[in-house]
């Protein structure tokens, strides 16, 4: 190559110092939260996965895929995976979303995710109807649908719909695995908190405030990934609705 074509082919390359290439962009490494801090235990329900989605009404260009709306806002109804329309749905989740929609919307704008479990989902819990529980104990408190009367401290958590219920905590202090594991001895001994008198519950998830990270432990097959675990209560003839 000619010694002017090989110069100009470098200048070329050489790159621009005020462009930086997104290879070369500086990353610090991240901030570690510490472990002896808060968490929080509540019971793994072991029903299928699901989201409330509240926004604007405004803001959407089409009522594609919206299960229910009113003069502000609108609702989507989600699976794990995908956003669910009655008639294309997951157990039901969507139409109970869209009969509930006035009452849902007293959870305010955002995302809003719980398990749907009950009736004719995974463990079905010996109940005759299904039911959402909110995972997100921090914010969400919930009226006993027997006395009427608040089952957390209303002076931290906000008061959600009558049509939802919450994910038990079981646990909430410093981080340690003794409390960890006598939670788990506990819930194999008395059966689910979330519904009194099952006495096969799932597990715990531990979610560490700080860090804002949870995890799970199962009572049974803890140590098997879960690709491999047959559930001997499911029906694999079941039709979802």
Known sequence: MPLQSLN???KMNI???????LSQEFQPWPKMARLSREIIITEKIDGTNAQVYVVPLAELSTLFQVTYYDE?????????????????????????????GPELMKLGLGRHYGEWFGAGIQRRYGLEEKRFALFNTLRWGYVDRVSRGPVVDLKTCLLGPMCCHVVPVLYRGEFNTVSIELI??????NGSAAVP???K??????????AGIGFKKTLENDEAPKSTIVDPSANPCETVP
Do not use: C, K
């Open 8 to 10: 100009r082919t470098l």
């Open 15 to 21: 790159p621009d110092p005020t462009q930086t290439p």
């Open 72 to 100: 502000q806002f609108a609702i989507f109804a989600g699976s794990r995976t995908r956003w669910i329309v009655p008639g294309n749905d997951n157990y039901g989740f969507a139409a109970w979303v869209r009969d509930n």
């Open 184 to 189: 788990v001895d506990e819930l194999r001994d």
């Open 197 to 199: 008198g099952f006495m």
């Open 201 to 210: 519950p799932e597990g715990v998830v531990i979610f560490h405030v700080a």
